[in-house]
């Protein structure tokens, strides 16, 4: 299904009267008034117009993707293609073992080919294993050489705005948190993090719940050619209730599946049965995690990365991607915080 893309800042704040003949879920992760989606509004409106590369994260099924495409249609490469790779395929020849300049070159010729005047969007980021991440930090490295070349091109400054290509990396992990604990490269880290949005759960914006069911029951009735079906206020109460483990995927499958069930004009609590299902639990039965400080995780792998690497300071720092001078300060805190 295409997905699609916003043409003016305007849109964000379409009425959702205007909405309904669109096929897509792409207006589904700026829509609502919830303190978390303002936010987000206003961040892809601040840096769409000047981005090179940009970080997205945000669990499974919260709309990434969708984010990216509004980032890319308010850059000033709206026009060109929006290019989606999975990042593990790009980082693969590096793993291979095929020299890193002749992969490089083999790999980021092609992307920005076709990337052109556009946006590249990297999925999964976030679960490349350690080798794969050098493989991509080497492909982004090439990337931005071959961006920076072609700088002066006619076709590539139009009006005088940069319509080089951009670079969008997707995450469903805390790639700042991982690069603390060096499990992710922090160069790689670094290089993708200029500018970082973070995509709210739909447990976090549970106000926006009944406009966003209704878009979606708008767009069910127009590929139906029938009248949209309508939320009972008890629906909406249950919808509230519940956590979201796959965010707005979620909500469009247990909404879709309401309406094909409901026999009349109105969805019942009855006709929520996806909500029985593992993972749907309410919020007030969960019981309080508990949370670890991130300065005591960070010293533990500390310890056992160097533990792993027979006490040899050197070679733990290298593991870890840190200096060593940088390792010994850990150590040093790390003994203060048991002498104290």
């Keep these: 299904m295409a997905t699609h893309v916003f043409t003016t800042a305007e849109r964000f704040r379409q009425p959702i009267d205007e909405l309904e003949d669109h096929e897509s879920t792409g207006e589904l992760v700026v829509l ?41 249609a308010g850059s000033p490469g709206a026009e060109g293609p929006f290019v989606v790779e999975p990042a593990a395929a790009i980082a693969e020849p590096f793993v291979r073992g095929e020299p890193a300049h002749m992969a490089a070159m083999r790999s980021a010729g092609p992307l920005l080919e076709s990337a052109h005047t556009g946006a590249l969007y990297l999925q999964g ?17 090439t990337f931005e050489e071959r961006r920076s070349a072609s700088a002066g091109a006619s076709h590539i400054r139009i009006d005088g705005a940069d319509r080089r290509a951009r670079i969008l990396a997707a995450s469903d992990r805390d790639l700042h948190a991982l690069a603390l604990i060096g499990q992710f490269r922090q160069d790689l880290y670094a290089h993708l993090s200029a500018v970082e949005i973070l995509v709210p759960p739909l447990r976090d914006r549970v106000d926006d719940i009944p406009m966003l069911a209704e878009w979606l029951l708008r767009r069910l009735a127009g590929q139906t050619r029938q009248s949209p079906k309508l939320l009972a206020e008890a629906t909406i109460a249950q919808l509230k209730r519940f956590l979201w483990p796959n965010n707005l995927r979620d909500l469009e499958r247990v909404v879709c599946q309401a309406a094909a069930l409901a026999e009349g004009t109105s969805i019942e609590p009855r006709h929520l049965l996806a909500l029985v299902e593992p993972g749907f639990v309410d919020p007030a039965a969960v019981p309080a995690a508990k949370v670890e400080r ?8 500390v310890f056992d990365v160097l533990g792993r690497c027979g006490g040899n300071k050197l070679r733990a720092a290298e593991a870890l991607g840190i200096s060593r001078s940088t390792l010994y300060r850990m150590l040093d805190a790390a003994s203060a915080d048991k002498a104290s």
């Design 32 to 72: 609502g008034e919830s303190v978390a989606v303002r936010r987000l509004r206003s961040q892809i409106r601040r840096i769409a117009p000047y981005f090179r590369t940009a970080l997205i994260r945000g669990e499974a099924g919260s709309g990434k993707e969708l984010v990216a495409r509004c980032l890319h």
């Design 125 to 141: 980021v976030g679960e490349l294993s350690f080798g794969q991440q050098a493989g991509l930090y080497r492909f982004l490295r």
């Design 294 to 301: 991130l300065h005591d995780v960070v010293q533990q792998h």
